[in-house]
């Protein structure tokens, strides 16, 4: 059973920064991968970013040189620092991790609740 812990959403203006982070507990092979999906309201849930326990990372086109994906090693902890951030930017966002990168670039893993994430003026 994996249970994970979102926290960092809230509201701030556009070209602000937010950081989120996500915390894991369960068998640590389901932490092979951790990352961070977002779905925005009326569209489909996409992948932000992933990474492995590598290092080798995922980015969406959209969030490439804005956003960044960290975890912490030997901890099941996975941070994403948004920048300059837009109001196309505002979405529910999603703990996502699994055994594989596969896995969890497929949104096949397991999810967290989810944290909002709005920015506006």
């Known amino acids: 059973q994996v249970q994970l812990v979102e926290s960092g959403g809230g509201l701030v203006q556009p070209g602000g920064s937010l950081r989120l982070s996500c915390t894991g507990s369960g068998n640590s092979h389901n932490f092979f991968a951790m990352g961070w999906f977002r779905q925005a309201p009326g569209k489909q849930r996409e992948l932000v970013a992933a990474?492995?326990?590598?290092?080798?990372?995922n980015y969406a086109d959209s969030v490439k040189g804005r956003f960044t994906i960290s975890r912490d090693k030997d901890k099941n902890t996975v941070h994403l620092q948004m920048n300059s951030l837009n109001p196309e930017d505002t979405a529910v966002y999603y703990c996502h991790v699994g055994p594989t990168r596969t896995e969890v670039v497929n949104g096949v893993g397991s999810w967290g609740q989810g944290t909002q994430v709005t920015v506006s003026s």
């Open positions: 990474i492995t326990i590598t290092g080798y990372t």
